[in-house]
């Protein structure tokens, strides 16, 4: 909660900020002209919608202690709707997970004005636009992480980082390293359900991704997942 409404104003402010310059870029080439394509093309059982066709912002509480830090949109999911996990297979296997764990106020995330809220909790990606066969090439992550840097020093209140997949972990241990807070990231091994403390005081904790890949082959249980976020409820509180 914030103390004050100035503090909540300034705290607003300079996320306002930060999504409007996400909103507006177009460093990357290929994940412009791929983003663009994909909003005008459609899918077919989404013809009726107009696609964000943008990148993506980031979403939530932004005096959360706990933070996702997720890979890059989906094609018809956050391209479409405009927010992370929402309105696709990783989204519908995720926010009811977050509803029972006490960290989103529903089970259903379908478009931004939904109602949907998060409580202690903020979501965010290594990469803002939906790449192709979802892998964003080097250049692309590193394009995307001054904007990384700049959420990640607003969000002051973070404990816990839950990375979902490879690319998420090793963005926020890059992003550690750019600090100047790490030299390697050898020993920081990624396992679901790792848990490692880091130097700039956070813990990382490892999920693997909810993709249908995962989620679909039973790699990724909902068991599993909930367990996940229940044990960065606990290290948030502690």
């Known amino acids: 909660m914030c103390v004050s409404t100035m503090w909540c104003n300034y705290r607003m402010s ?17 994940l412009v002209t791929y983003r663009e394509q994909i909003a005008r093309e459609k899918r077919r059982a989404y013809r009726d919608w107009e696609y964000w066709g943008k990148p993506v912002p980031g979403f939530g509480d932004p005096n959360a202690r706990v933070l996702i830090m997720g890979l890059a949109p989906g094609a018809h999911g ?100 750019r600090r100047g807070l790490l030299t390697s990231k050898k020993e920081y091994v990624f396992r679901h359900g790792a848990l490692h403390a880091l130097p700039d005081g956070k813990l990382l904790l490892a999920s693997y991704h909810p993709s249908n890949q995962n989620t679909q082959t039973g790699k990724l249980t909902r068991e599993m997942f909930v367990e996940i976020f229940r044990h960065a409820a606990k290290l948030a509180h502690g």
């Open 14 to 30: 300079w996320l306002t900020v930060l999504n409007r310059d996400v909103v507006a870029c177009t460093r990357c080439p290929r």
């Open 78 to 177: 956050s391209n479409r709707t405009g927010r992370p996990f929402t309105g696709d297979s990783s989204g519908k296997f995720m926010y009811p997970v977050l509803h029972e764990t006490g960290f989103a106020n529903q089970a259903t995330a379908t478009e931004r004005n939904d109602g949907l809220k998060l409580k202690d909790l903020y979501i965010t990606a290594a990469v803002r636009c939906a790449p192709p066969d979802n892998k964003p090439l080097p250049a692309e992550l590193l394009a995307c992480s001054s904007f990384l840097d700049r959420e990640l020093a607003g969000l002051e209140n973070v404990k816990v980082v839950v990375a979902l997949g490879k690319i998420g972990f090793d963005a926020y241990l890059n992003y550690v390293k």
